[in-house]
Each structure stands twice: as structure tokens, then as C-alpha cells.
């Protein structure tokens, strides 16, 4: 934070949004689930089980010219897609992971 704040207009953050549609089964009558709760901390009540997972998102601010992709605060965007199938199998290959679909593509606008 301390970065942005000293030089706001050379370090301005990144904007951006994401759509996260899960599916899962949950018991007859439970409230939703905390996902935070289950997803990042693990405590999954029974009979929740996570069936897939879709996450959409892009951003857009200035590149750093570590990406190659223009000189120091080149205005870029990136585009994160990911699809996870989680309840098939067995998990080899491209879907070795559940995600068989996963793309990230950042980019130079206008380029």
C-alpha cells in the first residue's frame, strides 16, 4: 500500500470484475454454505459436495515491463477463465487437476 500511496499515479491499482458460478448439493432445508468457510478453510458440513466450479474475470491497468509487453506502465488487461468439473474423473491430462478448462491471457490494449 505504502507504493501506491507514494506514487498514485505510476502504481495505481488494477480494476476489475469476476463471476463465480458453483455448483453443489447441499442437504434438504441447510442454510447456504459460508464459502469462505468451506472453500478456503476446508470445514465442510456433511452432505455439502462441490459438483464445478466457473470463474470469469478480467482487469484492466498498467502493465509492468517485466511482462513484455510494452515499457513500464503500458495500459493492459488480463482475462482469467476457468472451469472446474469436479465430480468426473479419472483426473489425467488436461483434467489431471478437475480443470479442464483454464485460460489467462494478459495482453497490451490496443495490441
Known sequence: ?????ADP?????ALGDIHLVLT???TAGAPMPDLHDWLV???????????SIYIDGNATGSLHALAGL???GTPGRCLVSEIGVLF???FKGATGDGFPVERVDL????R
Open 1 to 5: 500500500m505504502d507504493e501506491i500511496l
Open 9 to 13: 499515479v505510476r502504481n495505481r491499482p
Open 24 to 26: 453443489f448439493n447441499n
Open 41 to 51: 478453510v476446508g470445514n465442510a458440513p456433511p452432505g455439502l459436495e462441490l459438483i
Open 70 to 72: 510494452g515499457p513500464e
Open 88 to 90: 468426473r474423473g479419472p
Open 107 to 110: 495482453h497490451a490494449i490496443g
